[in-house]
């Protein structure tokens, strides 16, 4: 089981605040600056854990070469050897203190709307850097109570183009070229995204190529025609539905071009909504995330 917490020469380590994929991270201090810093680590204990050792130099690696204020920032990258082999590292991250949107209770319509404005001008910057996410879920959406976001975890992100050995994604959320490991474009993001809002706003997931189980294990048939967000719910707005439902199309090609578009189109369902003559009503008129 996981410590709480550990000892890191030059850092004082507050508590453990979370954990992921076969790695744990760290609130600590940073003794020469007295900075609060976010500290990811894993130890090799098995060999499928060069997996996530890989992915957390990816991480930073990418992240040293993005530099957006939505996007957390990796600072130092520490390695602990052992007979010529790494068996721990250990990752320095900007420390951001918010929750993930999966743990975010009741957003207002306008919070969420504002929330994935922020993820989709961030993805935008990765594009125009040449990367794509490839793991863009509410897990990894960050947000606080200042209205302030971070995209973290870009432990799978690629270069624009790549084609990857094997299928990496969250089944909820994964694009289908993700699945069938073809080219990963800006449009693999653009399904991730999504497939994200399709949850926030109705706490269900879009059908992906990778089947979900019934409690016996078995795969369920999900073939059906998918109902749009505004079916769901009729109050969600129809616009921002459509747009939802043509990030998730099939093929990348008839997705939307790119995120200034998706921010295009938030940005007039935000201004449509902050401008309503009955902007005091809008609370009963517009919807919270569940």
Not at 103 to 115: A, E, G, P, T
Not at 245 to 262: F, G, Q, T, W, Y
Request: aromatic letters at 6%; glycine letters at 4%; proline letters at 4%.
């Amino acid at each position: 089981m996981a410590k709480n917490t550990i000892d890191i020469d030059g850092y004082t380590i507050i508590r453990r605040i979370g954990t992921g994929a076969r790695s744990v991270i760290y609130l600590a201090i940073e003794e020469a600056t007295k900075k609060r810093l976010a500290i990811k680590r894993a130890v090799l204990e098995a060999p499928e854990d060069t997996r996530i050792f890989k992915q957390i130099e990816t991480e930073y690696k990418v992240s040293n070469q993005i530099d957006h204020p939505y996007i957390r920032k990796c600072h130092e990258l520490i390695r602990s050897r052992k007979l010529l082999r790494t068996n721990e590292l250990l990752m320095t991250m900007e420390f951001f203190d918010g929750q993930s949107l999966e743990d975010q209770k009741r957003l207002s319509l306008i919070d969420v709307l504002l929330v994935f404005r922020m993820v989709a001008i961030a993805l935008n910057a990765m594009h125009e850097k040449g990367f794509v996410h490839c793991d863009i879920k509410p897990n990894n959406i960050l947000f606080n109570n200042k209205g302030g976001v971070k995209i973290i975890d870009l432990g799978q992100s690629c270069r624009l183009g790549d084609i990857k050995k094997r299928i990496q994604g969250t089944p909820d959320y994964i694009a289908p070229e993700q699945v069938r490991r073809e080219h990963l474009s800006h449009r693999t993001d653009i399904f991730n995204l999504g497939a994200t809002m399709y949850w926030a706003l109705t706490g269900k997931n879009v059908p992906t190529l990778i089947p979900k189980k019934n409690e016996f294990g078995i795969a369920v048939d999900e073939t059906k025609a998918v109902k749009s967000p505004h079916e769901l719910y009729p109050k969600i707005p129809k616009s921002w539905s459509d747009l939802i439902m043509e990030c998730v199309k099939e093929k990348p090609a008839d997705r939307p071009s790119n995120m200034l578009e998706i921010t295009r189109q938030l940005d007039e369902l935000i201004r449509e909504i902050a401008g309503s003559k009955n902007s005091s009503n809008n609370a009963t008129k517009y919807p919270t995330m569940s």
